[in-house]
């Protein structure tokens, strides 16, 4: 099926550090979402952009909508051992809102060194 | 406030049999879209309900199937199941049918085929 290029594919990094992972396609977008998974549980949403350009934060993380609308980058700031987990980043692609159709990246996994 | 709930979590099964899992979402919400994923993947769409009628539907055969009841509970179904069907099948919830405002996945149901 058709996803996104998510890159990194795994991270493993010292507390404190930052971090920086993106998706790209060769499709417009008109939503991207980055979600984070840890073992046994579903996505848990992260950060919604609905607009190109947008640059959003929710605490430590960060997250822009590009302007080519083809691509979105999250940055986490002073990572902690609880930052752990497959961080998703996900699109709806621009005409097929009414299908709630959500595309998925392969993921990042996040390691975290105390 | 309950989440969206998936029963059951987990569930092993045999090639050919059939499997039905089921998904309530998050009060208030009306659309329901169903995703698999495999391990060390992303999530990839099956299907969204919304007011009870298919809204979209991904790239899987005709073997899977979903309805959305009344109290906008959904069901998925599996025919014929094959060793490649083992996956954690998620459910996910929004507010309305158009566009993905409010997504929220529930913990979802791993499937074994053996």
């Known amino acids: 099926g058709q996803q996104l290029n998510q890159s990194p594919q795994s991270m493993f990094i010292q507390e404190g550090e930052d971090v920086s992972m993106n998706c790209t396609s060769s499709?417009?977008?008109?939503?991207w979402l980055w979600y984070k998974q840890e073992p046994g549980e579903g996505p848990v949403l992260l950060i919604a952009?609905?607009?190109?350009?947008e640059l959003t934060s929710n605490g430590r993380l960060t997250a822009q909508f590009g302007i080519t609308r083809k691509d979105s980058f999250l940055n986490i700031s002073a990572s902690i051992p609880s930052d752990v987990g497959i961080y998703f980043c996900?699109?709806?692609?621009?005409?097929?809102?009414?299908?709630?159709?959500?595309?998925f990246g392969q993921g990042t996994t996040l390691q975290v060194k105390p | 406030d309950a989440g969206v709930t998936q029963s059951p979590t987990h569930l092993i099964k045999t090639r050919g049999q059939h499997v039905t899992l089921r998904c309530s979402p998050i009060?208030?919400?009306?659309?329901v879209s169903w995703y698999q994923q495999v391990l060390g993947q992303g999530p990839q769409f099956i299907f969204q309900?919304?007011?009870?009628?298919?809204?979209g539907r991904g790239n899987f055969p005709d073997r899977f199937s979903a309805r959305q009841f009344p109290n906008y509970s959904s069901e998925l179904n599996v025919n014929a199941l094959l060793l490649g069907d083992s996956a954690l099948y998620l459910c996910?919830?929004?507010?309305?049918?158009?566009?993905?405002?409010?997504?929220?996945f529930g913990s979802g149901t791993r499937l074994t085929v053996v």
């Open positions: 996910a919830s929004s507010l309305a049918g158009q566009g993905t405002y409010g997504y929220t």
């Open positions: 499709s417009i977008f008109n939503t």
């Open positions: 952009l609905y607009k190109a350009g």
């Open positions: 996900a699109g709806q692609l621009d005409g097929s809102s009414n299908t709630g159709k959500l595309i």
């Open positions: 009060s208030g919400h009306k659309s």
């Open positions: 309900y919304y007011e009870k009628e298919e809204r």
